[in-house]
């Protein structure tokens, strides 16, 4: 404890002297690792910021989620098939739960041959990625389908700081190489970037998964008005070694890495081009965005091998689809200061009754006399909509009946 403490006390002193002999001290650069509660102050949602990503090794371009904290990436069944994930000890298959976007273009596919939500994140290219923001958990409507247990959303850079090439060989036949570079074009900037890779893996059956992702991004303007289009392509295939036996590797039938049916696999491509633009419109944000997608997938697989002795087990899913979509959406700012203001409303309701009799009478009542339709009536209450980094009050509007009349007979026994 003693030598603790004159250790802690050394540091400010050792950084005092350097100060005096220098005259100035090293810059010292701390980032966090990610912007936990972007907006929201709950550590149910952030960013994962390119720094991050940059830093972290992967083993699959889908381990970029790993950067959303309680989200585990693995694989089954070859690396050119969709990740399994899981998030807080919940499987999530596929990626049946969790939504992924990528620049806005859904990844999850529904009525998917293999699966429901089938989120296949192997087309990324990790080098350019931006940033990721997410959320978990079910309180995103605007999420949509998929994002039961929560959802990220994934963007690519605008533009590099330069030319980008990698060249990459390691163990179990790994080899990938990347080029990628920006240039202004115009008004805006062209990203072009090209990725090959081909792996084995550890298998005693040669995975030889080869893969091949392309993107070509062109943009312009910037947060308040702007625009891109993109174009995506990726295409791969490879041999699975699929599930196994206990008992067969007891037994010494097969190794930990073996197979038994040397014919599983798969082949997929996944193409598509989008278009976005955004923009002011009055005090609003309006931001418009649609997209082609063209997927493909056959998948062989065999998971009880011989119950049927004859023709084997083994099956085939496939998957042949075109996917067209647009998406519009305009959000307007809600404001705490004096810019808003409820105006004074009036309403002037009328009545008048006669008694006929002991038990008979009648009753007009005469609602909005004024027929105030220009002025409706404006109520607050503090409330906390998503990126909103504290309660506001929101506006909202309650229309005016127009002026009606009514005419009522009560007799009383």
Known sequence: MLAAGFGIVGVPQAIAAQAAGSGSLEEVIITATREVGTGGNTASEGTATEEVLENRPLLRPAEVLEAVPGLVVTQHSGDGKANQYFLRGFNLDHGT?????????????????????????????????????????????????????????????????????????????????????????????????????????????????????????????????????????????????????????????????????????????????????????????????????????ELFSNFTYFTDPVHGDQFEQYDDRQVYGVSLDYSLPLTQDDAVRSRPSVQLNAEAGYHFSSGLSGTVSVFNLLDRRDDDIEYYYASRLRNEAVAVNDLHFHPMEPRSVRVSLAYRF
């Open 97 to 297: 739960d969790f939504a992924t976007f990528v620049d806005g273009v859904p990844v999850n596919m529904p009525t998917h041959a293999h699966g429901q939500g089938y989120s296949d994140l192997n087309f990324l290219i990790p080098e350019l990625i931006e940033r990721v923001d997410y959320g978990k958990g079910v309180y995103y409507a605007e999420e949509g389908d998929f994002s039961a247990a929560g959802a990220a959303r994934i963007h690519y850079r605008s533009r590099l700081d330069g030319p980008l090439v990698t060249v990459a060989a390691g163990e179990d036949g790994y080899r990938r190489i990347l080029a990628a570079t920006s240039t202004g074009l115009g008004d805006g900037t062209l990203l072009l970037a090209g990725d090959y890779g081909l792996t084995d893996g550890p298998w005693v059956l040669p995975e030889n998964y080869q893969h091949a992702s392309a993107l070509m991004k062109y943009g312009g303007g910037g947060d308040g008005v702007g625009y891109s289009l993109a174009a995506m392509g990726y295409d791969a295939h490879w041999q699975a070694t699929d599930q196994i036996p206990q008992r067969a590797v007891a037994a010494g039938v097969v190794s930990r890495f073996g197979s038994i049916d040397p014919t599983d696999g798969g082949r997929t491509h996944r193409w598509s081009v989008s278009a976005e633009a955004w923009g002011q419109l009055g005090t609003g944000v309006w931001r418009a965005q649609s997209y082609l997608l063209d997927y493909h997938l």
